[in-house]
């Protein structure tokens, strides 16, 4: 009986300091990172403007964090769902199917809120040479 209460207790102990030295690798992950992908930049017949046509993935849990556009951004959801926070609006739900404007030097940050990959097609209409987006606190 003693022996088979130490054998459980080693096991015990193992199974604790397994688990323990696991935690820490689980919080050190780095979240989702959101993706973009530039596929079309054009000139436009309005002088120094171009258009600008990206895709954005979010994996689920990711955000782009809060940020600006120096530009007209209009936005499709091809896939998934995506929380919109704009400052100085409610905060939005869009689902696969919608589509949601950002008007330019706007403060707004995307968040997935699903379980799937949210994937958006972004077309900016920028000033050209200008940078597309701009942090923002």
């Not at 979240?31 to 600008?52: H, W």
């Not at 530009?71 to 896939?79: I, K």
Request: net charge neutral.
């Amino acid at each position: 009986m003693k022996l088979a209460c130490s054998k459980m207790f080693a096991v015990v102990a193992l199974v604790t300091f397994v688990g323990a030295a696991w935690i820490p690798a689980v919080y050190a992950q780095e979240p989702p990172k959101v993706t973009r992908k530039v596929l079309l930049k054009q000139d436009m017949t309005i002088p120094d403007r171009e258009d600008v046509m990206v895709v954005v993935e979010l994996p689920p849990g990711s955000e782009e964090g809060r940020h600006t556009h120096p530009a007209e951004l209009c936005v499709f959801v091809q896939e998934g769902t995506i929380l919109l926070e704009s400052e100085g609006k409610e905060n939005v739900t869009y689902k696969a199917g919608d589509a949601y404007y950002v008007g330019p030097g706007k403060v707004h940050n995307g968040k997935n809120i699903g379980t799937v990959t949210t994937r958006l097609m972004a077309i900016l209409v920028a000033e050209k040479g200008k940078p597309l987006s701009a942090s923002a606190k």
